[in-house]
């Protein structure tokens, strides 16, 4: 069996969403001390719901397929649903990661929280 599924190598080899959103009103970075992997989300939120959302991952393949895996998820969908995004769901999501790669999943599921906190703080919603 291939070490990554098909839709990890897909979405490593061509993300989705990747960018910076200039007037998103929640950012949220996180980092892996261990590997020192980087991900930056943005979020455009507009009554609620996530309108936009970009990342920027400096990071490994699976890193990079769980943010562009992870944005798919939340676009369009409203924030209570977004709180809820887990690096399970990211790693299902993907067909599965290597059991040394879950933490890469994780990764995606801080920074949106992350993410959302910020838009929390910044509205007081
Ligand atoms: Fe660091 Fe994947 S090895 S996030």
Redesign the pocket.
């Known amino acids: 069996m291939a070490l990554y599924s098909e839709k990890v190598m897909e979405h490593f080899r061509n993300p989705r969403n990747v960018g910076v959103i200039e007037d998103a009103n929640g950012i949220g970075e996180v980092g892996?001390a261990k590997?020192g992997?980087i991900m930056k989300m943005y979020l455009k939120i507009e009554d609620d719901v996530i309108q936009d959302v970009k990342f920027e991952t400096f990071?490994?393949g699976?890193?990079i397929a769980s943010s562009s895996m992870a944005t798919e998820l939340i676009k369009g969908k409203p924030v209570s649903e977004a709180m809820q995004l887990t690096n399970k769901a990211v790693a299902e999501a993907l067909d599965g990661l290597p059991a040394y790669?879950m933490?890469?999943s994780v990764?995606a599921e801080e920074a949106i929280h992350a993410a959302l906190e910020d838009y929390h703080n910044r509205t007081g919603k």
């Open positions: 892996n590997c992997d990071g490994c699976s890193a790669k933490h890469c990764l």
